[in-house]
């Protein structure tokens, strides 16, 4: 028997599974921080700054970029920039020069990704709102990499199929899918064709706010985010790792 329950203390969120076996009881208690606090930028735990502060190495450009996004409305939706960062050393391991950034937001992503990137390489940045991604575009400019991002304003999934109808399948290195959760599996099909063999797919937001394992959130983005791990977790198409790190990363190695 599986019984779950939710209780909430000083804005943490903590999820309690008790488990019954055979006359043997025993609680394990789960706790999470809400989506903004599971990233560094917004997380205080002690090892997850010392992390950090150990690691990170951001420009100056996108230290400004990060702080101007930080004050915005949606601010939330800025990329973890401990993912970021995992990401463009990838870029950098694999030798990637054509990459898709999937959901822009403010360039954040886009922009870490175009300083990984070799001089001819070219981060290919998909989003809907050029609100957004016009706070981004100075600091690309500011940073030398303007000329290694194409912008393309329109529904992800049809410029994904664009690229796929003028011949540049299995042309890609890497993809952040970073999007509206609900198309994700869309997305991944899409980017499978786009990328070449040994190239890498990267979910952001996988673990949801924690919300992937509470079984009472039925919510359209809860549901799309456990569907597709669980796609990705039996998928022999990819190698698979799946990581703890800001609101859960899962990077797929195309076989």
Not at 22 to 39: G, I, P, Y
Not at 191 to 206: E, K, M, P, Q, Y
């Amino acid at each position: 028997m599986l019984r779950s329950y939710l209780t909430a203390n000083k804005g943490q969120t903590t999820l309690a599974y008790t488990y019954s076996h055979d006359a043997e009881l025993f609680t394990v208690q789960l706790r999470f921080l809400k989506m903004s606090c599971m990233k560094s930028y917004r997380n205080a735990d002690p090892l997850v700054q010392y992390c950090v502060n150990h690691s990170l190495r951001l420009t100056d450009v996108q230290k400004r970029l990060n702080d101007v996004t930080l004050q915005h409305r949606r601010s939330s939706m800025l990329g973890a920039p401990e993912v970021l960062q995992l990401n463009a050393n990838i870029m950098q391991a694999i030798g990637a020069k054509k990459v898709l950034d999937i959901g822009v937001f403010t360039g954040a992503s886009s922009l870490s990704a175009a300083l990984a990137l070799p001089p001819d390489g070219k981060v290919h940045a998909l989003d809907i709102s050029e609100e957004f991604t016009n706070i981004g575009k100075p600091f690309w400019e500011e940073a030398g990499v303007i000329n290694k991002i194409s912008l393309h304003i329109a529904p992800a999934a049809e410029t994904l199929q664009k690229f796929i109808d003028a011949g540049e399948a299995g042309t890609f290195d890497y993809a952040f899918i970073d999007a509206d959760k609900e198309s994700y599996d869309r997305y991944y099909e899409l980017c499978l064709i786009l990328l070449r063999s040994g190239g890498v797919i990267a979910f952001d937001n996988t673990l949801w706010d924690g919300t992937v394992i509470d079984p009472n959130d039925q919510t359209p983005d809860t549901l799309a985010i456990r569907k597709i791990n669980e796609k990705l977790k039996d998928d022999q198409r990819i190698n698979i790792s799946f990581l703890k790190i800001g609101d859960g990363l899962s990077l797929c190695f195309k076989k």
